[in-house]
């Protein structure tokens, strides 16, 4: 059987077929917070997914090329060879579909390492880390202010992964004063997106919850590094402009 035609199922599919195999490959992006999160599934949240987006541990990454050839994805042979240390890409002919795989880390507006927490939970990346990486878009737009208001309406703030774990956010940012610039820029950001969100219940659980972690990025103690870059702030660009990728 070839890939599904809904980007949901299909990256369900995947994941549940690198589980079998035991290959360190987990869903991220919007499918992700899509499996983890029922309320991204109705209005107002609702909306459609363009390509599957996941995430493999490098020393893994044969094993999830034969995997994803084997589930009927066509290997980008040129660019896998160029920059697959880094990232993988592979295309679904039926649907019209690519699949993008971030191997160790994710090198967008910021450097995200996952290659630590690549398996804390099952499928996907973790929900913290879900939002970590919704959160460090500095252009973000509608479909990452939608997946960022899910994650919020659905789980709250928590010391484990049970939930979103704001310690290990916080800690990410109080080393890093251009994540932490951005990471409260958009947390604030969508809390006014929530709250103008046209009959959305959960507006106010969701713009709680992201004031709750921008509090805790504030007041977490931050490292030497974090205070010497603070001193030149907005002077100086603090994030990358990530080209995409085709």
Wanted: aromatic fraction near 6%; include cysteine.
């Amino acid at each position: 059987m070839g890939p599904l035609e809904d980007p949901v199922a299909e990256g369900s599919r995947i994941a549940e077929s690198a589980a079998r195999e035991g290959i360190p490959l987990r869903l991220v992006g919007g499918v992700a917070v899509a499996v983890q999160c029922p309320s991204s599934r109705r209005p107002p949240l609702r909306r459609g997914y363009a390509d599957v987006d996941l995430a493999v541990r490098g020393s893994a990454g044969r094993d999830a090329i034969a995997l994803l050839e084997s589930l009927g994805y066509e290997p980008n042979r040129e660019f896998n060879t160029l920059h697959g240390h880094r990232r993988l890409l592979f295309w679904d002919e039926a649907n019209r579909r690519q699949v993008d795989v971030f191997v160790d880390e994710a090198n967008l507006c910021h450097r995200i390492d996952f290659r630590r927490r690549l398996e804390l939970v099952p499928r996907t990346l973790s929900l913290a880390d879900l939002t970590v990486l919704k959160l460090q878009v500095v252009e973000t737009n509608d479909k990452d202010y939608l997946d960022l208001c899910a994650i919020f309406a659905d789980h709250d703030l928590s010391e484990d992964e049970g939930g979103v774990n704001s310690a290990y956010i916080a800690a990410l940012a109080a080393a890093d004063w251009g994540l932490w610039r951005t990471l409260g820029m958009v947390a604030e950001r969508t809390a006014r997106f929530a709250r103008g969100l046209p009959d959305f219940e959960a507006a106010g659980r969701v713009a709680d919850r992201l004031e709750r972690l921008r509090g805790e990025l504030d007041t977490v103690p931050k490292t030497r590094g974090w205070k010497l870059r603070s001193r030149i702030g907005d002077r100086k660009r603090w994030y990358e402009l990530p080209e995409e990728v085709r």
